[in-house]
């Protein structure tokens, strides 16, 4: 068997690569600069922007209370912001708007991140992931299986009201596209394209590399994907780091390795500086952390221990990060380890399911779901319980023993857990 090499032979050829790294991020920031000085160079500026959430909001001045709307926006530039609008404003969620937008006294960080400003909507236009929507919506008769669907197939963020359900789960990352997502479709596309490929290179072209050209094909509809969702971050992570694995394996490279997942992040930050400030990316790279600190240090384990165990270590090494950030949690919180296995089934059967017609058809089990939320506890963990958490993971990357009190630590948290909602 050829021994697979590491990327990174020298300390030179390290160097170099954050040299480049480095150029790569000055330059983005540059260019990131340049537009927010010309952003709030005038009072107004004409905006065009996609809506990503609409909820209402409640405030008492004066004695007084007023009903408005709250609207969370990706402009085609970028940069995220909040802005308000009327009560009346119907849903516009997954629209195109062109709006005269206010910036005021905003920072460089706020345009980075985001920020609020002030605007009055000029034009509303239907996009085709909101056409997408619409039809979703038509297969169902329940408002939740139906926003649920929506997230699961075009990226439109829950509410508020199924985010904490599920995060007192410990789902939310299911409905979340992400990873694990990518790569359930990756395979189910791979598998349905081999038998006609395979019939074509038999008659025509029995001299291409079929690996080569199925994953060429599959990357090209993912990437036509992820661009009709605009590039949620975790799916950006997760889309490039499917094409560098590719790379690497196929020049003999080592793919599972903090080297691999270390190189994606310096990349994707380096050519997007806005994914700092997003939670969902450090999300999901929190997750694939965890698998591949389980495939370093366990890769000696059949297949079959492994598909039983990653499940079981993921949701113990994610749960202090869970529940510092979430704190909902129920007696039923552990049973996300079965869920999160029996979801890999359920998301290729679901959108099997509607492309012939019958997508409702797992409704009921949905509103069970949501249903057990519902009656949630919300716990306290400071942010300084993750700190343990943080040291031992850094130091597990180096040595084997400090996965061990990395477990006990996080079983503590779980305990804990138990005992807030016992």
């Known amino acids: 068997m050829i021994e697979k090499v590491s990327l990174f032979n020298t300390k030179r050829d390290f160097l170099l690569f954050i040299f480049l790294i480095l150029f790569i991020l000055s330059y983005s920031l540059l260019i990131e600069f340049h537009n927010f000085k010309t952003f709030t160079q005038f009072d107004s500026h004409i905006v065009n922007a996609t809506v990503l959430k609409q909820y209402t909001k409640t405030k008492i001045k004066k004695g007084k209370t007023k009903t408005y709307q709250m609207l969370k926006?990706?402009?085609?530039?970028?940069?995220?912001?909040?802005?308000?609008?009327?009560?009346?404003?119907?849903?516009?969620?997954?629209?195109?708007?062109?709006?005269?937008?206010?910036?005021?006294?905003?920072?460089?960080?706020?345009?980075?991140?985001?920020?609020?400003?002030?605007?009055?909507?000029?034009?509303?236009?239907?996009?085709?992931?909101?056409?997408?929507?619409?039809?979703?919506?038509?297969k169902h008769?329940?408002?939740?299986?139906?926003?649920?669907?929506?997230?699961?197939?075009?990226?439109?963020?829950?509410?508020?009201?199924?985010?904490?359900n599920f995060s007192s789960l410990g789902i939310s990352h299911l409905f979340a596209l992400s990873g694990f997502h990518l790569g359930v479709l990756s395979t189910l596309l791979f598998f349905l394209l081999k038998l006609p490929y395979g019939f074509l290179q038999t008659?025509?072209?029995?001299?291409?590399?079929?690996?080569?050209?199925?994953?060429?094909?599959?990357?090209?509809?993912?990437?036509?994907?992820?661009?009709?969702?605009?590039?949620?971050?975790?799916?950006?992570?997760?889309?490039?780091?499917?094409?560098?694995?590719?790379?690497?394996?196929?020049?003999?490279?080592?793919?599972?390795?903090?080297?691999?997942?270390?190189?994606?992040?310096?990349?994707?930050?380096?050519f997007f500086p806005r994914l700092f400030f997003e939670l969902g990316f450090w999300l999901s790279i929190g997750g694939v952390f965890s698998i591949f600190l389980f495939?370093?240090?366990?890769?000696?384990?059949?297949?079959?221990?492994?598909?039983?165990?990653?499940?079981?270590?993921?949701?113990?090494?994610?749960?202090?990060?869970?529940?510092?950030?979430?704190?909902?949690?129920?007696l039923y919180h552990p049973l996300s380890i079965l869920w999160s296995t029996l979801f890999s089934i359920f998301y290729p059967l679901s959108i099997m399911l509607h492309l012939i017609g019958y997508g409702y058809i797992f409704d009921t089990l949905l509103r069970d779901l949501v249903s057990l939320g519902e009656a949630h506890t919300e716990i306290f963990f400071s942010l300084y319980y993750l700190l343990?958490?943080?040291?031992?993971?850094?130091?597990?990357?180096?040595?084997?023993?400090?996965?061990?009190?990395?477990?006990?630590?996080s079983f503590s948290i779980f305990l804990s857990a138990l005992y807030q909602v016992a």
């Open 73 to 138: 926006l990706k402009s085609r530039q970028g940069f995220s912001f909040y802005t308000g609008a009327n009560s009346t404003l119907e849903n516009i969620v997954g629209k195109r708007v062109e709006l005269e937008l206010y910036g005021g006294e905003i920072t460089f960080s706020e345009y980075m991140s985001s920020f609020y400003a002030y605007s009055k909507i000029l034009h509303i236009d239907e996009t085709l992931k909101q056409r997408l929507n619409n039809a979703i919506a038509s």
């Open 141 to 164: 008769k329940d408002i939740n299986s139906t926003k649920i669907y929506q997230a699961l197939y075009s990226a439109t963020p829950l509410s508020r009201e199924l985010q904490i």
């Open 203 to 270: 008659r025509y072209f029995p001299y291409r590399n079929a690996h080569f050209d199925l994953f060429f094909t599959v990357l090209l509809i993912l990437l036509s994907y992820l661009l009709f969702l605009d590039s949620p971050a975790s799916l950006l992570r997760s889309f490039t780091l499917l094409l560098i694995g590719y790379i690497l394996y196929d020049r003999g490279f080592e793919v599972i390795s903090m080297q691999t997942l270390l190189i994606t992040v310096l990349i994707l930050l380096a």
């Open 295 to 330: 495939l370093v240090h366990f890769k000696h384990l059949s297949k079959f221990w492994q598909f039983l165990l990653i499940p079981l270590w993921v949701y113990t090494l994610m749960l202090p990060l869970s529940l510092t950030l979430f704190s909902n949690f129920t």
């Open 388 to 409: 343990p958490s943080l040291l031992f993971s850094t130091l597990s990357i180096w040595k084997k023993l400090f996965v061990w009190p990395l477990l006990l630590w």
